[in-house]
């Protein structure tokens, strides 16, 4: 069986998807991804075949912004932007050369992340069933609705119905996200869903840990990230390390492959600051995350139960953060509210409240006990040979 993968170039689109990729292959499946021209290197050296395809993310977001009466996202309707973005503008970009990879490349099942319309449309064009990867909570129905409604001229022209919420949930829908973290927006969506434990992948090539983590001060070690794609969000990392460098705590930052770590300037010895460091081998180190709630990274922390002091900047964030608040596993600021007391006051609430971390450590539990990545392979084997998932 030859399943082509489809994703938006970035870290927490591609990372959450690889752990089924790697499942597909043990099985002795052939795998490849289809993927943004800059990011085809990272894939490679994870091991996968990558076919370049669709806009790099800055090109995305500079078209977006260039559409008619379109703002940067805001805390309430981050989810317009998000669906102006990809639908609009990323979909049919990405749409042509997904069709060449698959004449190129002809697959037997396509598997896309839940962001890429243009996936199900290039599955409805080659005749082979389409798998929607989720990324963690589901986005709110008013994205898909309104991504349905952008990318329906697509599909018209190119002479396909495309169904409800734009063929986004057509065949099946693999759920990374533990039940009591997800929205109940997804029996909405009538999706055939099917649970998948995220898996922690985000180590490829030689990244490691660095020597100093075995180093640290015995005090509790927070570790701050706003992950890859909003991690140059102006002041806000500095704010945090404001707000912690001066307390009895180990503070280990990553600023991101674009940034360089000597912009934050000089730093006492209890703050590391660092471009990247694979979470899955850093967080066991840890007692507290300090995040802008991207999926990856708010899944990763949950799954080793550590309580999050999350920063929402755009995107899904906002309502990642927001149920983490309501479920008690973490504490929400909103942009309009960091600054470094807060965020101080905040981290040392999650450190002092027990509550936080055992909440977190139940989503932990929940996270453990959903189905590993081989166990859906036969599910995917199922599918292709045309006896439903």
């Given at each position: 069986m030859r399943v082509l993968f489809t994703c938006v170039p970035g870290y927490g689109h591609f990372h959450p998807m690889a752990p089924l990729a790697n499942a597909l292959k043990d099985c002795g499946h052939e795998v490849a991804f289809a993927t943004a021209e800059r990011f085809c290197g990272r894939v490679a050296k994870a091991g996968f075949q990558a076919f370049p395809a669709g806009l790099g993310p800055g090109q995305v977001v500079e078209r977006t912004l260039a559409l008619p009466g379109v703002a940067g996202p805001g805390p309430e309707d981050a989810w317009r932007f998000g669906a102006q973005m990809f639908a609009a503008v990323a979909a049919p970009a990405k749409l042509p050369d997904l069709l060449a990879v698959l004449g190129e490349w002809p697959a037997d099942l396509l598997v896309h992340d839940v962001t890429d319309f243009a996936g199900p449309l290039a599955a409805a064009r080659a005749g082979i069933p389409c798998v929607a990867h989720s990324l963690g909570p589901m986005f709110p129905l008013e994205f898909h609705r309104l991504g349905a409604e952008l990318i329906a001229p697509v599909w018209h022209a190119a002479g396909e119905a495309s169904g409800p919420f734009g063929g986004m949930f057509g065949d099946l829908y693999l759920d990374i996200c533990p039940p009591s973290l997800q929205s109940a927006d997804v029996e909405e969506t009538g999706a055939v869903v099917r649970q998948l434990r995220p898996e922690p992948f985000d180590a490829v090539g030689d990244e490691t840990l660095p020597t100093w983590i075995h180093e640290l001060a015995a005090q509790p070690t927070v570790y701050v990230t706003l992950g890859t794609l909003d991690n140059e969000a102006p002041g806000v990392i500095e704010t945090v390390v404001e707000g912690l460098r001066d307390q009895r705590l180990n503070v280990i930052v990553t600023v991101g492959p674009s940034r360089d770590p000597e912009e934050l300037g000089p730093q006492p010895p209890n703050v590391r600051v660092?471009?990247?460091?694979?979470?899955?081998?850093?967080?066991?180190?840890?007692?507290?995350?300090?995040?802008?709630?991207?999926?990856?990274?708010?899944?990763?922390?949950?799954?080793?139960?550590?309580?999050?002091?999350?920063?929402?900047?755009?995107?899904?964030?906002?309502?990642?953060?927001?149920?983490?608040?309501?479920?008690?596993?973490?504490?929400?600021?909103?942009?309009?509210?960091?600054?470094?007391?807060?965020?101080?006051?905040?981290?040392?609430t999650l450190l002092e409240q027990p509550g936080f971390r055992k909440r977190a450590g139940a989503l932990a539990t929940?996270?453990?006990?959903?189905?590993?990545?081989?166990?859906?392979?036969?599910?995917?084997?199922?599918?292709?040979?045309g006896s439903g998932p």
């Open positions: 660092e471009r990247y460091v694979p979470q899955s081998l850093l967080l066991p180190h840890c007692d507290v995350v300090v995040a802008h709630g991207g999926s990856g990274t708010t899944l990763a922390a949950l799954g080793q139960g550590l309580p999050l002091l999350l920063l929402p900047q755009g995107a899904n964030q906002f309502w990642n953060a927001e149920r983490c608040a309501a479920l008690g596993t973490g504490i929400r600021l909103l942009p309009g509210e960091v600054d470094a007391g807060a965020v101080h006051r905040a981290v040392v929940e996270i453990r006990h959903m189905p590993p990545p081989s166990e859906l392979v036969g599910t995917l084997e199922t599918l292709v040979a």
